[in-house]
C-alpha cells in the first residue's frame, strides 16, 4: 500500500495554470500505476488522467486532452499534473490514486489507495 498527499491547488482565474502533485509514500510506488481524479460539489469522482509504472503510457478524459499533462518522477515518488488554460468547470477537488495493477481502468473503485484531494477553483 502506498500513501498519497496531494498539493498545489489554488483559486485562479480562467486561462490560468496550475500544477498539482502527488507525493507517494512505500518502496513500491514505481510499480504503480497512478491516476488523477477530481469531485466537483454534488457529483461523481471523475476520471482525469492515468499514467503507466513506466510512465510511458498516458490517458486522459477528453474534457482535459489537450490541457491537461500527467507526468511521474520516479525519483522524487512524485506524480504531477500540468493543468493549463483552465476553465470554470474544471473546479473541483482533485484527487491522486494508486493501482497496483495494469488493467487500465478508470473507474474510482479499481484504485487501491487514494489521497485527501486538494481544492482547484477556476473563476470566470
Known amino acids: 500500500q502506498v500513501q498519497l498527499v496531494e498539493s498545489g491547488g489554488g483559486s485562479v482565474q480562467a486561462g490560468a495554470s496550475l500544477r498539482l502533485s502527488c507525493a507517494a509514500s512505500?518502496?513500491?510506488?514505481?510499480?504503480?500505476?497512478m491516476g488523477w481524479f477530481r469531485q466537483a460539489p454534488g457529483k461523481e469522482h471523475e476520471f482525469v488522467a492515468s499514467?503507466?509504472?513506466?510512465?510511458?503510457?498516458?490517458y486522459y478524459a477528453d474534457s482535459v486532452k489537450g490541457r491537461f499533462t500527467i507526468s511521474r518522477d520516479h525519483t522524487k515518488n512524485t506524480v504531477y499534473l500540468q493543468m493549463n488554460s483552465l476553465k470554470p468547470e474544471d473546479t473541483a477537488v482533485y484527487y491522486c490514486?494508486?493501482?497496483?495493477?495494469?488493467?487500465?481502468?478508470?473507474?474510482?473503485?479499481?484504485?487501491?489507495?487514494w489521497g485527501q484531494g486538494t481544492h482547484v477553483t477556476v473563476s470566470s
Open positions: 499514467i503507466s509504472w513506466s510512465g510511458v503510457s498516458t
Open positions: 512505500g518502496r513500491t510506488f514505481s510499480s504503480y500505476r
Open positions: 490514486a494508486a493501482d497496483p495493477t495494469a488493467r487500465g481502468s478508470m473507474v474510482w473503485s479499481d484504485f487501491r489507495s
